[in-house]
């Protein structure tokens, strides 16, 4: 009879599970982000703010939606994600789930920091974007070819 766990496992099981372990958010910064209260969204900086919208945009909105009111992924508003809390969100976001959400940690293309950084943002209510007057939208355009210059037939 095996006298241990590690005359159970091969060398590659082992090497896995550590890897596993490892990927897991860091305890310290976890417990230190559980220190706001359920109901209450953590603090960003603005510097903060601003890369976690851009992260937002470039990795998540095309699943959560732009206002994150959902689309192919659920919604991600303060009433689905104060619940979870930071430590939630962030092995969410890090690990991925079963159900299409990817791995972005695990992948490397979000950094322990900046999938903390996510779990905190998405938290906080969602960015509005600015809305624009009918004037302010028809100064914008950039006209090409005129109305009165434009084809009649085709």
């Not at 897991?24 to 890369?51: F, I, R, V, Y």
């Not at 900046?114 to 209510?125: G, P, R, S, Y």
Request: charged content about 20%.
């Amino acid at each position: 009879m095996p006298s241990t766990l590690a005359d159970l496992l091969s060398k590659k099981e082992i090497e896995t599970a550590v890897q596993y372990l490892l990927s897991l958010p860091n305890a310290e910064l976890a417990a230190a982000s559980e220190q706001t209260t359920l109901g209450e969204a953590p603090t960003l900086t603005e510097a903060e703010w601003e890369k976690a919208t851009q992260i937002f945009f470039d990795r998540c909105a095309g699943c959560h939606g732009v206002l994150r009111n959902g689309a192919t992924g659920p919604a991600l508003t303060p009433e689905n994600t104060l619940p979870k809390g930071t430590v939630g969100l962030a092995t969410i976001i890090f690990n991925g789930t079963p159900r299409g959400m990817p791995d972005w940690g695990k992948q490397g293309t979000l950094t322990q920091e900046e999938t903390e950084l996510m779990a905190k943002f998405i938290q906080n209510e969602p960015p509005q974007p600015p809305e624009m007057s009918l004037e302010q939208m028809t100064a914008s355009w950039n006209v090409l070819i005129p109305v009165d210059q434009r084809p009649t037939e085709p």
